[in-house]
């Protein structure tokens, strides 16, 4: 009985293989710290993070983590990669051991229909992330 159960449950286990369009190999998320110009793109918004320390004795995070966390705000808004990725040092807050705040701009890839029908391509330069936000990145 207990082997059936652990078949059955096997599969629930399984974890779905995430694909991306494109990928930070050394940080195995499309995050990145650059503008990408060699295929246009549209902005979907600007994503910021908070990343904190468990305790005052822990490490600062690691530049893999501050990316895993901004992908994920990323990939909660449709995106394809999130660019122009900065992170500061670690602050302690009256809530936190130490936060490491971190912002980037969601991106989506342009298909081959909306690049053939003239849609033109966002670009990094010249764009205010303070303006969509409010805030201060």
């Known amino acids: 009985v207990a082997l059936a159960a652990t078949t059955i449950s096997a599969p629930a286990l399984a974890k779905k293989a995430a694909t991306h369009v494109m990928v930070n190999e050394e940080m195995g998320v499309p995050v990145f710290p650059y503008d990408i110009t060699d295929k246009p793109y549209k902005i979907v918004g600007v994503v910021t993070a908070g990343v904190r320390k468990a305790t005052i004795f822990s490490k600062e995070p690691s530049q893999k983590k501050i990316y895993a966390e901004l992908w994920e ?57 303070e303006a969509w936000t409010g805030k201060k990145m």
Do not use: C
């Open 73 to 129: 705000r990323g990939e909660k808004l449709g995106a394809d990669a999130v660019i122009g990725a900065k992170y500061g040092d670690s602050h302690m807050t009256a809530m936190s051991w130490g936060s490491t705040k971190a912002g980037g701009v969601a991106i989506k890839f342009l298909t081959e229909a909306e690049i053939a029908s003239g849609a033109k391509s966002d670009t990094l330069e010249g764009f205010n992330p």
